[in-house]
Structure formats: C-alpha cells, structure tokens
C-alpha cells in the first residue's frame, strides 16, 4: 500500500513546517525584522511575517517584475492556480520572457513568505493582498478596478436581473448566481467578444480609454446612449452617484488577459556610453583623488583655529557654508559635500565647549601623517558606508525645517546600499567602459521600483542617491571620465584585469595635475563604444548580488596599493617669477607648503598652484618668528630659480619697518624710540578713531584693546609688532584648535541589522525546538482539554506527582512556564531530578539542561504515545 501524499498546506504557519534550516534561515536571513526577537515557534513567525510593516518592507525589496507578479497575484482569485498567474502576466499571446522568468519569481516570492501553497493553490499572504488589490482610495498599478462581485455588492436584486437580461443571458433565482452567470460571460472570450460585436463606436472608446486605467469615471443623472448601452449589460458599473467603474473582468477581456500594460520580466541592460583606455581612466581618478585631498586639507586648515559655531539645532549656518564655499573656490552643494565627508571620515566634529564650534579632530593630525594613498583610502571608506546624504543639504524635511550641512535629518539608511549597487554596475562592465547615466538609474529604478515617485512630482530618492553617487565618485576619484578606476574596482573587492594596454606616456616630473570634473572623451578620440553590457538578467527576482556594505580591510589595502603608484611624487622645489609670484608645478612637500602659505596667499589653484608675495604676506611670516635671513635662506633653497630682486626687496623692506612700533596692554599703547614717527600718527586724521593719547614722548596710549590697536596702525601703513608685559616681541604663531578625541559617526542602518550565520542557527533551533512543543500531541490531566496555545494547568500535587514519574520513565512532558518577568512560555521538557521545590530538566525547547522552579510551572501534561 502506497504511502498517502502529504496534504496541502492551509495557512502560511503549516507552509513554514515543511521547510529545512536553511530555507528557515534564508527566510530570516532576507527578511531580518522576523527575527528581532526571536519567534517562539512557526505560528508566531508567520503571523509577524504578516504584519504590515513587516510586509511593506519585503514588497520594498522585490525587484519590478517580481512586484509584479504579486500586483497580479493580488487581483486574482485566492488561491489562484500558477497558470492563472502565468495568463495574467503573459496574456492570452504568451511571453516566452515571461515564461522563462515566472517560475524562478514565484520561488523567490515564496521564500519570501509573501506567497504559500502548491503551484495549484498560491495564496498571496493578506496584507500583501489588502496593500496591493485596487480600491477607489488605492488604485492599483496595474489599473484594474473591482471584480463585478465587488461592484454589484450594494446593488438591488432586480437591477442585478436586469443587467443580466439584457446581456442576454437567462434569468436566476437569486442575485448570488446572477453575478456569477455575469462574471461567467466577461470571462469567456468567444461570448464577450461577441457581446462587444454589438457596441456602438463611441462606446467602443469609452471602453479603450478606461482599459489600462484609471478604471473610474464620471457620468450625468441622464447618460448618453452609448453609455447607457455598456450601463445596461454590466460593461460599466455604478459605483456611487454619477461615479462608474470598469468591471476588472471586462478590462481584462480587452487587455488579451495581460494585468500590466508591459511586463518587465528582465533588469533593462546598462547600456555604455563611451569606453576609454584603462590607464586614462586611472591617470584621471588618480588626479581627482589627489585633488579630493588637497581640497579637505585646504578645508581643515581653514578651520584650524576653530570653525564656525554650530547652530543651537546643530548644523552649520546658511553664511557660514557660503563663506566655506567661497574658501574653497566651490558651490555650496560641493561645499556641503566636502564638509560631510570630512565629518563622515571622523577629521571633523564640534568642540562641546559653551561657545560650541567645529574644529579639526585629534585623529586629523594622525591622517596627516599617513601616505597619500591611506588618506584617500580612509575618505573613501568613509563616503562608501555613510548615511549621511549632503544632496539633501538646502532641502525640507517632512516638518518643513531646512535642512543644514552637518545637522540633523540628513542620514538616509539606503544610501550605503545606493552607492554599493551602483558601483557594482560600473564594474559588471569591462574597463574603461563608461556607462550612460539614465541606463544606472533605469536599473536600479527596476531593481527597487515600489519606492516611486514622492509626493510633489520630486524624484524617488534612490534615484537622486544614485545621481548624487555617480558625481561624489567622480570627485573622490573613484570613476574617472564615468568608468570605475582600477582602485574603485579594488574597493569593491572586484579583481582587476590581467590584460595590460598600450602605455601611455610617461608623466614628467612636476606636470600639472588633470583638474576633476572634466568631460568624458567622446568615442571620436579614437575609443569606439562598446556593445551593451551588463544585459544579462539575474534570475528574476535576485537582484544582482552586490559587493558587502562594508569595504574589507583587505579591499582598501588592495585599492589603497593599486592607486599609490599614480599619485604624483610631492616636490621640494618652486619657481620664483619677477611679478613676485612663486609657481608650485605640482604638489609640495609638507613643510615646504606649510611655511610657503604663511609666507605668500594662494592667487590660483590647479594642477600647478601660484602663490604671491605681499607685503601683508611677509609680515605674517615675520609675525610668526621668522626673521628676513630666515627667508631669503628659505627661497634660495627651495627656488629652481633664482630669488628675483624685487622679492629681496619686499622681505628687506618689510622686515626694516617690522616691529618699529611696538603694542602693547594700557588696554594697549604704542611706545617707539623715534618720536618724530609718534607724531606722525597722532597729526594724521585717519588715527582719529583709534583715540590715542600721548603719555611720555615716545608713548602712546589707547582705550581700546591691543588686537584692534595692531590692526589700525596696519590698516595706516605701519608695521607695528605687539609685545609682551616684559617687552619682548609676541611671535603670532596661531595654536591650533583640536576638538576633545572624538569617533566618527555611526551609519544609520535601514531597519533591523542583517543577522549573522551563528545567530540563524540558532535562531532556527530555538524556532524548531518553540514549535515542536507548541504542536506536540498532549494527554490531558484536567477534567478539561487545555486549548492549543493556552498554557496546561494542573494543581501543585499534580504538577509534582507528575515530574517524580516522568524522572522514573524518563519520558518528556509538556509544562507551561511563567518567567520572572511575568511572560508566559510552553516547552517540552524531560526531567531528571525533583528535590527543593525545583524541578532539573532537559529543555527540548532549548536545547540544554536548566532548573525550573516548581511554583513557576503552571501545569504539566504528558506527552501522547504517537
């Protein structure tokens, strides 16, 4: 006698206990929410696997084609048979795209939990069903109305009997079979075909434009007479005063059985724009990079001795990010960018004192003295795991605040994900190969297409992540002219081609370092553009798998050591010009730019930086301690030219008249041994406002303080140099400002954490373990069956006298137990020893031995024999 086939399951819970651990485990493993905290047993982890939120995000994660498959689930009867699935996607016509992605869709859909059954029977879970079936408030994607059943539901008994007699069928005994007689017509393609043979031309077009959606419309107390042909055979149905709706089987009928418009059973290729060689996409990359980090030094240096306060609701202010930008020679959103991912990188941060302002961290010191290489590697680490999102900078958030750089609101837990997947498709091309924007974006809008269109017309913002991550990766030297770099492929943990291309020329020593933001070559350079690529479709449903969203260590060392060889060699040398200007062909060593910008103002910034001497710039470097022999002893070494004689003249000058005049605390006075130049000061109208007064012939002193007082003579002409209480000169060297140690933030991660192989295993476990002694077959020791799921309940002699047996027969029993926190559980334990009031048992449900005290076990019952 053959062995009975094993029954269909009839709720999602009984489809869950037919599944191994590792479909278990890769249940909990996509859908993270179910597993925090950890289901007692099956029934729990279905019924929270059917909870809205919990569906939302799984819809949220399908790809469209799935999406859609459940969008036609969700208007199909239930259950619905898999080849019923199949016509609504496919259409009376067929699809072999369709047919060849659906079976995988469905299984994916199914180990989703978001659909159960045999392919006979699926049933899509009901809060899917209740979020994707049309209604008036909810239209449906797929532009279908009610079923007629839904529409005829608060319609009289004889208008039912009417509408069916004059579509021509017989007359029912009851409006119940009068509906289906109905729906049996509008779904049978040779009848309703006929049926339509006869309708009027205008009626015919009301039909077309109703089709694909929206299926309402609007209608007079008196309708014309082809509206009221399809009126009186059911084609169109009242749904309230003047308001009538399209039956989803007569739309159905006129769609060739399809429930979408186009189905999109394959990811849209990402078709290439423009290819170019390898080593011009990482020579370009390499000086994006280089200038990526030029641009954050120039940024912390300018904060240095403290940045601009943080506003009471935290951030930076509107002025303070214009005044940043204009610093660095940028718009404010790349301002905004620079800033964020200084932040990000953990360099920057507030200071916490009461007057809070930002500054430089303490680990910005020790990036310094890392290699090149290691400092991009560490901001690009930063920007390819942050939350944060500075596109957002300038925006409302959903309360209508502004948002600001470096305050609040700006953490978007999908872009890490956004920046990984887009990367991703710029390196399933070849090398060299750029990609076409909208073809990035038309991807991921097909890989994640739930999160449409916002409120407003604005754009999906996994679409504005996306433009913003191909940008951002272009400035950092990820991409260069639009392709993934041979670092950028190394960061994502992709290994670079073995084939090596024709070499191109060798860059001189002090060449002038490529600028970012250039424009991609055009294929007429002499690099055709390549065949599609990246059309091969994943199995539907799977997006693409994507590199982990965190970069490896091993991944940034390897990217770090791939760009290390195209950074340009730091020089020891400039070029001193007669218009005293200084040229930097390159970039500088430390040292030698560090006092190079104290000594001259940066006039232009590139691949070569010119720098100019003024006669303010030669006194700050006097102020800082420097004295003229100390700089003409600076140039001289560091010139590939010789020091011109107009800059001999400006150091000589300036250093003559630096500190002739001394400042210092009355609130501040001005003593000099040549009193001809006091009086100088005091007859000339423009010291008026300083209020000077003449305490001895060669001091003077005023009420104001001794910073004001310097640069008021400075503004005069003079070079005055301040001076301590003993009357030595103040060398103004500025002490840089440092923020107390502080760690970069933390991503904000999108919903519960992705849960790692030991906690699945376990989790598993302890799920199997909680529903086997939910579902075990139980004796009764009660005058009364206890219910399932309610905890059994014997008197403390019972519960005892049971126990003592089970030691004696070591066989399990079913108890219900009452932690101290009051939360109630079932288990299925063994006991081993009964003595002191607790009860030592092995814990089915736990997998290990534990202690139970007697008082908290709420009854016991035996276990049944089968």
């Not at 082809?226 to 399209?246: E, I, Q, Y």
């Not at 007669?578 to 190079?596: I, S």
């Not at 001005?670 to 006091?678: E, G, I, N, Y």
Request: aromatic share 4%; with cysteine.
């Amino acid at each position: 006698m053959s062995p009975e086939a094993p029954s269909a399951p009839r709720s999602l819970a009984e489809a869950l206990r037919t599944r191994d651990d590792a479909s278990l485990a890769a249940l909990l493993r996509d859908r993270p929410d179910l597993i925090a905290p950890v289901p007692t047993d099956l029934t729990q982890l279905a019924t929270r696997a059917g909870t809205r939120a919990s569906v939302l995000r799984a819809l949220e994660h399908l790809d469209r084609f799935a999406l859609q498959a459940a969008q036609a689930l969700a208007v199909a009867p239930d259950p619905a048979t898999y080849d019923t699935l199949h016509e609504l996607l496919a259409g009376d016509d067929g699809d072999e795209a369709v047919s060849a992605a659906l079976p995988a869709t469905v299984a994916t859909l199914r180990e989703q939990a978001l659909i159960w059954g045999d392919d006979d029977r699926l049933h899509l879970v009901r809060t899917a069903r209740e979020l994707l079936a049309p209604s008036a408030q909810h239209p449906s994607p797929t532009g279908l109305g009610p079923t007629v059943r839904e529409a005829t539901s608060g319609m009289s008994p004889g208008r039912v009997q009417q509408i069916v007699n004059t579509a021509g069928l017989p007359s029912t005994h009851d409006p119940v079979s009068a509906v289906d007689a109905l729906t049996g017509l509008f779904t049978d393609r040779k009848r309703m075909a006929a049926l339509l043979s006869g309708a009027p031309e205008a009626a015919r077009e009301v039909l077309t434009r109703l089709m694909w959606g929206p299926p309402y419309g609007q209608v007079t107390a008196d309708p014309a007479a082809h509206l009221r042909w399809l009126l009186d055979r059911g084609l169109l149905l009242p749904t309230a005063p003047g308001t009538v709706v399209l039956p989803r089987e007569v739309a159905l009928h006129l769609r060739g059985g399809r429930a979408h418009r186009a189905p999109e059973p394959v990811p849209p290729a990402v078709e290439p724009a423009v290819a170019h060689g390898r080593r011009i996409v990482d020579a370009t990359a390499a000086g994006q990079a280089y200038t990526a980090l030029a641009t954050v030094e120039e940024l912390l240096k300018l904060w240095d001795q403290g940045g601009p306060a943080v506003l009471r609701a935290g951030g930076l202010s509107v002025r303070d990010l214009k005044r940043t930008a204009v610093a660095l020679d940028a718009p404010e959103p790349l301002a905004a960018f620079w800033v964020e991912l200084t932040y990000a990188a953990g360099l920057l941060a507030s200071d916490g004192a009461a007057d809070e302002r930002y500054a430089p961290t303490p680990a910005y010191d020790t990036w310094l003295e890392r290699p090149v290489a290691e400092r991009w590697g560490r901001l690009a680490t930063a920007w390819l795991t942050a939350t944060r999102t500075s596109g957002l900078v300038g925006g409302r958030d959903a309360k209508d605040r502004a948002l600001s750089a470096l305050g609040p609101g700006l953490d978007r837990s999908a872009a890490p994900e956004v920046r990984h997947r887009v990367l991703s498709l710029l390196a399933g091309l070849p090398e060299g190969v750029a990609p076409a924007p909208d073809a990035v974006l038309t991807r991921l809008t097909w890989e994640r297409p739930l999160r449409g269109p916002q409120q407003g017309g604005a754009e999906d913002l996994r679409v504005r992540l996306a433009r913003w991550t191909l940008s951002e990766a272009e400035l950092l030297g990820v991409t260069g002219r639009g392709a993934l770099s041979s670092h950028g492929r190394a960061l994502m943990g992709v290994a670079p081609a073995e084939a090596e291309e024709p070499a191109e020329p060798a860059r001189a020593a002090g060449q002038v370092i490529p600028r970012p933001g250039g424009e991609p070559r055009a294929a007429t350079d002499g690099h055709a553009p390549t065949a599609a690529a990246g059309s091969e479709a994943p199995a539907a449903g799977h997006p693409e798998p994507t590199a982990p969203l965190t970069a490896t260590g091993q991944a940034t060392a390897t990217a770090v050591g791939l760009l290390a060889p195209l950074l340009p060699e730091p020089l020891d040398h400039v070029l001193l010009q007669a218009d005293l200007t200084a040229v930097a062909p390159g970039p500088l060593l430390r040292p030698l730019a560090e006092t190079l910008g104290v000594l001259a103002d940066v006039e232009s910034k590139g691949g070569a930086t010119v720098y100019r001497f003024t006669p303010a710039s030669v006194r700050r470097a006097l102020d800082a301690g420097q004295t003229a022999a100390d700089l003409h002893a600076f140039l001289a070494q560091h010139s590939r030219t010789p020091v011109p004689q107009p800059l001999a003249y400006l150091i000589d000058d300036v250093a003559r008249r630096h500190g002739h005049l001394r400042v210092g605390v009355a609130s501040a006075y001005v003593r000099c041994d040549d009193d001809a130049v006091l009086n100088e000061i005091i007859a000339d109208k423009r010291a008026a406002a300083l209020r000077l007064r003449r305490l001895a012939p060669t001091v003077l002193a005023a009420p104001c303080d001794p910073g004001t007082l310097l640069e008021g003579l400075r503004a005069l002409g003079y070079a005055p140099a301040a001076e301590s209480s003993q009357g030595d000169v103040l060398i103004t060297r500025a002490d840089a400002h440092r923020t107390p140690p502080r760690t970069a933030p933390e991503p904000v991660p999108e919903g519960p954490p992705s849960p790692d192989s030991v906690l699945l295993t376990a989790a598993v476990r302890a799920i199997r373990a909680g529903d086997l002694a939910a579902t075990a077959p139980r004796k009764t020791t009660g005058p009364e069956p206890a219910a399932g799921g309610e905890l059994p309940r014997t008197t403390p002699a019972d519960t005892l006298a049971t126990m003592q047996a089970a030691v004696l027969t070591g066989e399990a029993v079913w108890i219900g137990y009452v932690n101290a926190d009051g939360a109630a559980s079932q288990r299925v334990v063994a006991p081993i020893r009964v003595e002191g009031g607790f009860v030592t048992a092995y814990d089915h449900t736990a997998d290990e031995v534990r202690t139970y005290p007697l008082h908290r076990i709420t009854g016991v019952a035996e276990l049944a024999d089968d």
